[in-house]
């Protein structure tokens, strides 16, 4: 393409310069061609396509057209295939998928916007969004759960494992938290944990735990049109800053905690440096926190609750995994609280067991303690038992295991073996190990001794009458008391 300043040049040296048309071409490094062309032009018009010639897919534009009114979510490569295996279509897909872009461009239209800005303390927008992190030395994918309120701009940040109904509870209720008071509005993406069904227009079923959440802060949610971000554009364009301002190059933590301390530090550091309008975004909020609707005085309870049996191996089932209960409690209805990280289970008012929560899927969470009463009964289990192959204890115990099964008959050095484990129940780990490998320094194999030693430290421990530490009353330590004389009441035993 000649561009105009080579026409402009072209004209000077003809008409002022007198220049021959060669000369010219040679000092413009174009074709003479090319100079004869320009210097007929009054006007410099530029490149022009030449119209094209009739397109391979012009026959079939009547049915992509019709297609593409009738199903607005048709794709590109389904109108190709229907093409290629009812119509005959020989030609390439990128043509198919250029002519239907332009289609549903040209259906839209461009929108026009207003600018928003609403007023203090009434609205507040939340999304989620993937990014990844190293935790702990390893490259993870974590679920980032952000909100901001409308008005002033000010943002709460955190990130989640999973993206499950307790996280977002979790995350909203640290958001009102963190904003000390919550907002009259909050809008939200059409995400499951808060919609179990989308109706006509904005119009949603919730979900019934969603609507004790929001009834117990007291603020109405609003959910935004499906596939159109610009409904909850002030929080899209803050996940976008917060990954290219936080998690680019990809940061590193030694734990999920401590990634979220410091993006929320993170957070805190932008609003005292970002401006909203022409105003810090941390002085807006501080004129906006007066306007937010007061904290409630318990915070909501941010768990999964289900009903469920204790089956006969005293486990629970909970999102394809097994978490033990005491042996005790099989075949009994429990209740279960999932929380964001931990799992508890109570029967009536009593929490009896208490799990880390399990990430992964058919995987058996076992407290080995929840089967020792049942071991005691069954000490025949104890080399086979699962809950103690995965228990990790101190190799002392199985040393004294080998050193009973010579000494005493099998069953009899499995039953010793397995009353002896039991003792964890009531004293620490680490004194049973202590108690075994002095059994085993005495040469003295048996329930009873091990017994005894651990005995004999306790009873240790209560005659020892250590002295009272008076540093934190300084008035006592001025006060002496001294021996009594003993001789004044020699006459009384004259009587």
């Avoid at 048309?21 to 032009?41: N, P, S």
């Avoid at 759960?145 to 509870?169: D, M, P, V």
């Avoid at 089956?311 to 005491?326: G, I, L, T």
């Amino acid at each position: 393409m000649i561009k105009v300043e080579i026409w402009a040049e072209a004209k000077r040296l003809f008409y002022v310069e007198k220049e021959k048309k060669k000369g010219i071409a040679r000092r413009l490094g174009i074709h003479v061609q090319t100079v004869r062309k320009l210097l007929k032009k009054e006007k410099y018009a530029g490149y022009k396509r030449e119209k094209k010639e009739e397109s391979i897919l012009s026959p079939f534009y009547s049915h992509i057209q019709k297609w593409v009114e009738e199903e607005k979510k048709i794709t590109a490569k389904r109108i190709y295939n229907l093409l290629c295996e009812d119509y005959g279509y020989n030609g390439s897909y990128p043509t198919v998928a250029n002519y239907v872009r332009s289609l549903k461009e040209e259906k839209k239209g461009k929108m026009v916007f207003l600018n928003l800005e609403p007023a203090m303390g009434k609205e507040a927008q939340s999304d989620w969004t993937n990014v990844e992190a190293i935790v702990a030395g390893n490259r993870i994918k974590l679920n980032l759960f952000a909100c901001k309120l409308s008005y002033s701009g000010k943002t709460f940040a955190r990130c989640f494992y999973q993206q499950r109904q307790e996280c977002l509870f979790q995350g909203q209720r640290e958001a009102f938290e963190c904003f000390k008071g919550v907002p009259r509005l909050v809008i939200y993406d059409n995400l499951k944990p808060a919609v179990k069904e989308i109706l006509k227009g904005r119009d949603r079923i919730e979900q019934e735990v969603f609507a004790s959440f929001h009834g117990h802060y007291c603020f109405k949610p609003e959910f935004a049109r499906p596939s159109t971000p610009t409904d909850k554009g002030d929080i899209e364009n803050e996940i976008k800053y917060i990954k290219n301002n936080f998690f680019r190059p990809i940061p590193s933590f030694q734990s999920l905690e401590e990634l979220n301390f410091n993006l929320l530090k993170n957070c805190e550091q932008d609003a005292r440096k970002r401006k909203k309008g022409q105003e810090i975004i941390e002085l807006r909020y501080q004129k906006e926190k007066s306007r937010l609707i007061q904290l409630p005085l318990f915070p909501f309870e941010c768990c999964k609750t289900i009903f469920t049996k204790v089956d006969k191996f005293a486990q629970v089932w909970f999102e394809s995994n097994r978490y033990s209960v005491p042996t005790e409690y099989a075949f009994r209805k429990v209740v279960l609280k999932a929380y964001e990280r931990e799992l508890f289970i109570f029967s009536l008012d009593k929490c009896i067991a208490r799990h880390k929560r399990c990430l992964s899927t058919h995987r058996r969470i076992i407290e080995p303690a929840h089967y020792l009463n049942l071991l005691s009964r069954k000490p025949h289990a104890v080399d086979s038992a699962l809950a103690l192959r995965r228990w990790k204890i101190p190799s002392v115990f199985y040393c004294y295991k080998k050193e009973l099964e010579k000494r005493k008959n099998i069953s009899e050095a499995q039953k010793q073996y397995a009353l002896i484990l039991c003792l964890t129940k009531q004293y620490p780990l680490d004194e049973v190990a202590l108690a075994v490998k002095k059994s085993m320094e005495a040469h003295i194999y048996g329930l009873e001794y091990v017994e005894q030693i651990l005995l004999q430290k306790i009873n240790r421990k209560e005659e020892e009458n250590p002295q009272a530490d008076l540093s934190r009353y300084p008035r006592l330590q001025n006060i002496i008391v001294e021996n009594a004389d003993l001789k004044i009441y020699a006459p009384l035993c004259s009587l």
